[in-house]
């Protein structure tokens, strides 16, 4: 059995499309779609196989389709697996069965001609057979083999007008990456149900703010605006945590939208110095891409702490930063007490520019005592920290959070601390026997030394004693 089938593009009216595909694992069959503003997608199978990939190997069953599939991304299938199998235990490498699309051989643009034998010892008759073949009429040709080779793909022809989009949703990671290439992103793409980062489909309410609130970011920034709503964690969260799955969500949704750009960033999550294993990464999101896609993963240069210094420097961002984590408990944009909200407003108290934020005007010191702070993000917290101190800035803060780090319960500070003096305490009580041992080594030397002298002493009074005799007797 095809491992993805039933796959069916259809209009829903004015201006939004549905994909859709079964994909059928463990003799079980899963329903997946996408709703995405715009007249069309990408109708190849490369989206859905990409969905496939990670329960696949979560279960440990073979991908099989009789439809072919671009050769770049089936290659990336071999270092995604790779990646992934060393990162978890319950991901297995398994069989990809799936033929690769054959693609026209490149030709050799302008030049027609039979090169002469001896060309590249003979410079002269090089250079006779270049200007008998490099002219205006081949290079047109040249121009017509490259719109020949991409006929049919997204973007075929002389000009590739396809646009560059982003991921956007609001956050630190994703208003950093927009504002860090601006002047090269046309669109942002906003996923407003389905992915977990946002409100519960239940708090219409909220939803539907957070939507407008991004639309205006787009207007003002000038950008496009795409909405899309997603059906995936029903199927997902049956083989693999959506912390793994989220990553290829995206590049399953940036490649149904290749039709439409050329290129598509992802905001990074974490910087270079503290990566870790999780679905949106700098060596799989790139991955994700076709022969017609390029994908971008952006943002690992700077930490968390510095993106938000960053975004401070926008009003448009600093008035619309949303990471709020208590999505269905409230109908505030940003509620101001949940652990990742206090971690972004201590950024911005520190600028000085809370109360024009998107925030409550001021921050519960005693919320930061008190909340919830999971081992993970202690580096987070540390940055901030470091960054309070390279200011100067609003040392009670620096305090409270440096108090907050120093009892992290699970982190492991109390208890190195003890391993280490505990340590240290035994490498005392080791040099104290040493030194004991060498003092008594000492002493022993000193007796022999004694002993030798002694022994020399009555050696020489003996070797006397003898002389004395035989003068005697002679």
């Known amino acids: 059995m095809n491992t993805v089938s039933d796959r ?8 939004k499309v549905k994909a859709s595909a079964r994909i059928n694992l463990n003799g079980q069959t899963h329903e997946v779609s996408f709703i995405i503003q715009g007249d069309s997608v990408y109708e190849g199978i490369e989206p859905f196989l990409t969905l496939a990939l990670l329960p696949a190997m979560a279960s440990n069953q073979p991908i099989e389709l009789d439809e072919p599939a671009s050769p770049r991304l089936l290659k990336g299938f071999n270092i995604v697996q790779d990646v992934f199998t060393n990162w978890d235990k319950q991901f297995h490498r398994i069989a990809v069965k799936v033929p690769a699309k054959t693609l026209p051989a490149p ?12 060309i590249y010892p003979n410079l002269k008759t090089s250079a006779r057979f270049l200007r008998q073949n490099l002219n205006k009429k081949t290079l047109k040709r040249a121009w017509q083999d490259r719109a ?11 000009q590739d007008t396809r646009k560059v989009a982003c991921f956007f949703s609001g956050g630190v990671d994703s208003f950093y990456t927009l504002l860090k ?6 669109t942002l793409i906003f996923v407003s149900g389905g ?3 946002y409100p519960h489909p239940d708090n219409g309410e909220l939803r539907r703010m957070i939507t407008e609130r991004l639309r205006q970011v787009a207007r ?5 605006f795409i909405e899309v709503e997603a059906d995936l964690q ?17 590049g399953a949704l940036a490649q149904l939208l290749s039709n439409r750009f050329k290129k598509i960033y992802i905001a990074s999550s974490y910087p270079y110095n503290n990566l870790k294993p999780c679905g949106s990464n700098p060596i799989s999101d790139p991955l994700w891409r076709t022969e017609a896609l390029e994908i971008i993963h952006d943002g690992c240069e700077s930490y968390r702490a510095k993106k938000v210094v960053t975004i401070a420097k926008s009003p448009i961002a600093v008035s619309n930063l949303r990471v709020c984590q208590n999505y269905g408990e409230n109908r505030e944009y940003n509620c101001g007490k949940c652990e990742k909200c206090l971690r972004t407003m201590a950024v911005l108290q520190a600028q000085g520019i809370l109360e024009n934020s998107a925030f409550p005007s001021t921050i519960n010191l005693e919320a930061i005592s008190t909340v919830d702070l999971p081992e993970h993000l202690t580096r987070s917290w540390k940055d901030i920290l470091g960054l309070l101190n390279e200011t100067g800035k609003e040392p009670e803060l620096a305090r409270v959070i440096r108090e907050r780090i120093t009892k992290l319960p699970g982190t492991g500070i109390e208890e190195k601390i003890a391993a280490l003096e505990e340590e240290l305490a035994r490498q005392e009580r080791l040099y ?10 000492e002493a022993h030397n000193v007796w022999l030394t004694e002993q030798y002298e002694t022994a020399t002493r009555w050696g020489q009074s003996l070797e006397n004693e003898i002389l004395a005799r035989q003068k005697k007797r002679a």
Not at 234 to 250: L, P, T
Request: aromatic residues 12%; without cysteine.
């Open 432 to 441: 104290t026997k040493q030194k004991a041992w060498a003092r008594s080594l």
């Open 148 to 158: 020949s080779l991409l006929k049919g793909q997204p973007g075929s022809g002389p």
């Open 8 to 15: 069916q593009v259809v209009k829903l009216g004015p201006g």
């Open 220 to 224: 003002e920034m000038g950008k496009e």
């Open 107 to 118: 030709k050799k643009p302008g030049i027609t001609g039979k090169l002469p034998a001896g």
């Open 181 to 186: 290439n601006s002047a090269e992103i046309d």
């Open 195 to 197: 992915f977990d980062v």
């Open 234 to 250: 029903n199927f997902s969260d049956n083989y693999v945590n959506w912390f793994y799955y989220y990553g290829s969500a995206m």
